[in-house]
């Protein structure tokens, strides 16, 4: 009886000690076997989870996603920006590097963006006909339909096409993201026609939003190809637009677009392979450079977000991004040493000047020479896998939200601003803060270096995990920290992409902190030296990891209108 009671008495005691894990609110990722589609926007999400369940693969739904969120998400989603396409083909086992980034304009000169005294002009390189590149969007995901994808141009388009069509019900992300900008849209009276209702407002959530140009865009490209957006009646009305405004994009840089496919840069980290996007975005090049740092310390020891951690990732963040404003830029004008970036014993060499309890001052780290060996911000990005083993990892943007903000006129598509991504003049920081230099100086044809940082990760030759992020500047943390969270300390993806962030970029030198870090941490980092400063929400990592069969996503909580969606 007595040995009775003390069972019970154990059992009651065990139950009290582990009921605040019971109780402790636990972030649990969405589970499927057949497909998976994680986006920052839900609507398209639906629309790329439809075409899994029709029997399409995950490039068929990349693809359907990528034209849907030009109408859904209009602040980086997009037909007239770029971006990058990271996927593996499950057929040849192939990864390939799609490179859909804007060009600089063939009239552009190094000097465009500066004022008469000088000194870069952020209103020009920002807000004006001057700041677009010409677009890449719907040349890169029609290149990657008719190579890897198995459904036709006008049934990708058909979602987006309903979508703008028939409308859609605002969100209160979309209605906030709308207000916020309200301002500065409403200086184009071709936007204010898109983006205002009668009564002068931006939409609110809860109206239904139709845009009948933008329907009407997309199904010219859908009747004619990618002709109808890059020598059509679209692309007269995107010059004739551009020009009447003051810019000098001409019919023939639209007509000479090319998507380009590239070799990804691979790295190793504990074990696994990482493939991310080469130049011209520095994102996959600096991604393993600070992997190749951090492999070099027994991180899962230190614990998850532990001052001595944080100080790591801190300073091995300081390191890259100074490399990133001296070596990076389109390698088709100039050379990238990516080779030597990404070797293991260039990154060893950097990591000796780290001191293990003490912060570096940015100002007395320069660019290494790793030759000596052989507004907010908004992007967005989504990843896709489907149950034959392809996996596409997707991040396009207009640069800053909506872009330079102008709408072509009768089109409802909206202008990028991706030549501020250029250097305006060496040593002076974009709307990112980010500093370049030389290489990534303005020349007609060339693409501006970009942060974007597609990625997926195998482990023994099977997908692992696919992740990315929008978050100018912050792309490339976010990822590197989804990266350790989920391999260095065994998170789940949900856990991994709630976990507080942490940013460092070289310039200004200031370690930044996600809300969720605890005092003790801040005041041990303080006392190494880190001038620390709480940030606003760092990134939006959208991810799936795949393991004993199971596709695991999460769409990023940061912003709101996400989906994960599988089946
Ligand atoms: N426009 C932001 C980036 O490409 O990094």
Do not use: C
Request: glycine share 8%; no cysteine; aromatic share 8%.
């Amino acid at each position: 009886m007595g040995a009775a009671k003390n069972l019970i008495l154990v059992i009651f005691i065990s139950l009290l000690t582990i009921s605040p894990l019971l109780h402790a609110k636990i972030h649990e990722p969405v589970r499927a076997t057949n497909g998976m589609v994680v986006t920052s926007e839900k609507l398209a999400a639906q629309a790329g989870l439809n075409v899994l369940k029709n029997g399409g693969n995950a490039v068929d739904a990349a693809v359907t996603i990528g034209f849907a969120l030009a109408v859904t998400l209009p602040r980086a989603g997009n037909l007239g920006g770029g971006g990058f396409m990271l996927l593996r083909n499950a057929p040849t086992n192939e990864i390939i590097a799609l490179d859909y980034r804007e060009t600089a304009p063939k009239k552009a000169t190094e000097t465009m963006f500066l004022n008469k005294e000088g000194t870069p002009d952020a209103a020009l390189s920002l807000n004006s006909y001057l700041a677009v590149g010409v677009p890449g969007t719907v040349s890169g995901l029609a290149y990657a339909l008719e190579k890897y994808g198995t459904i036709s141009l006008s049934q990708a388009l058909k979602p987006a096409i309903d979508l703008a069509e028939k409308g859609f019900i605002v969100s209160q992300e979309l209605a906030t993201s709308l207000s916020t900008y309200k301002d500065s849209l409403a200086k184009h009276a071709s936007t204010k026609q898109v983006f205002f209702k009668n009564d002068g407002n931006t939409y609110q959530a809860g109206d239904l939003f139709i845009q009948p140009d933008l329907a009407t865009s997309l199904k010219l490209i859908a009747q004619h190809g990618i002709k109808a957006f890059y020598q059509g009646e679209l692309a007269e009305k995107i010059v004739a637009h551009i020009k009447i405004n003051g810019g000098i994009m001409a019919l023939t840089d639209l007509a000479t677009y090319k998507p380009l496919v590239r070799k990804p840069v691979q790295g190793t980290y504990r074990g696994y392979t990482v493939y991310s996007m080469p130049p011209p975005s520095s994102g996959g090049t600096h991604l393993i450079q600070m992997l190749n740092m951090l492999e070099q310390y027994p991180l899962q020891k230190m614990g998850a977000t532990s001052p001595k951690t944080i100080h790591l990732l801190a300073e091995t963040m300081r390191r890259a991004y100074a490399d990133r404003s001296t070596h990076i830029g389109d390698p088709h004008f100039v050379s990238v040493p990516t080779q030597e970036l990404t070797n293991k014993l260039y990154a060893k060499k950097i990591t000796q000047s780290i001191k293990q309890n003490k912060a570096s001052l940015s100002t007395a780290i320069k660019a290494g020479s790793p030759e000596s060996f052989s507004e907010k911000h908004d992007t967005t990005h989504y990843s896709v896998m489907d149950k034959w083993g392809n996996v596409v990892s997707n991040t396009y943007t207009l640069n800053t939200s909506y872009g330079m903000k102008g709408v072509v006129d009768g089109t409802g598509i909206l202008l990028n601003n991706e030549m501020d991504d250029f250097t305006a003049k060496p040593g002076f920081k974009n709307a990112y803060g980010l500093i370049t230099n030389e290489k990534n100086k303005i020349e007609p044809g060339k693409r501006m270096l970009s942060s974007m940082t597609p990625t997926i990760v195998m482990k023994e030759a099977k997908p692992f995990l696919v992740t990315g992020s929008p978050g100018g500047s912050h792309i490339i943390t976010t990822v590197l920290q989804i990266i350790s969270y989920v391999i260095d300390h065994k998170m789940d993806i949900a856990t991994a992409t709630y976990a507080p962030r942490i940013h460092h970029q070289w310039l200004p030198d200031i370690l930044s902190l996600e809300k969720g870090i605890n005092t003790d941490t801040i005041q041990a980092l303080k006392k190494m030296g880190h001038k620390v400063e709480e940030m606003p929400p760092s990134g939006a990592a959208n991810s799936i990891v795949f393991q004993n069969n199971v596709f695991f996503g999460l769409a990023d909580p940061r912003r709101l209108d996400g989906a994960t969606l599988g089946f």
